[in-house]
């Protein structure tokens, strides 16, 4: 499997951006697809996660602003980040978990929220 994360870059605060992870197998055979960040000096925390059967989940810090989503015949989860602040910024991380608890990630891709 593997993950290719595009569409980070630099935005002012409040803007918006949205990241996409295209994947190489069947987004619908993962048990879950998600998008981690990690800033410089911190964990790489879970920001949004897709079930197979398509429930969300949500990083508390990002509810209400950002959207989990996906395009089953692309193989592509999206995330729309809305009304960013500076402290989203960070590198952002497509994970998909597939049966037996194995793990994919793709490349980070860098997003930058300026005051």
């Known amino acids: 499997v593997q993950l290719q994360a595009s569409g980070g870059g630099l935005v002012q605060a409040g803007g918006s951006l949205r990241l996409s992870c295209a994947a190489s197998g069947n987004i619908l055979s993962f048990n879950s697809v998600g998008w981690y960040r990690q800033a410089p000096g911190n964990k790489r925390e879970l920001v949004a996660g897709?079930?197979?059967?398509?429930?969300?989940t949500y990083a508390d810090s990002v509810k209400g602003r950002f959207t989990i989503s996906r395009e089953n015949a692309k193989n592509t989860v999206y995330l729309q980040m809305n009304t960013l602040k500076p402290e989203d910024t960070a590198d952002y991380y497509c994970n998909a978990q597939l049966s037996g608890n194995v793990n994919y990630w793709g490349q980070g891709t860098q997003v930058t929220v300026s005051s």
């Open positions: 897709i079930r197979r059967g398509g429930s969300k």
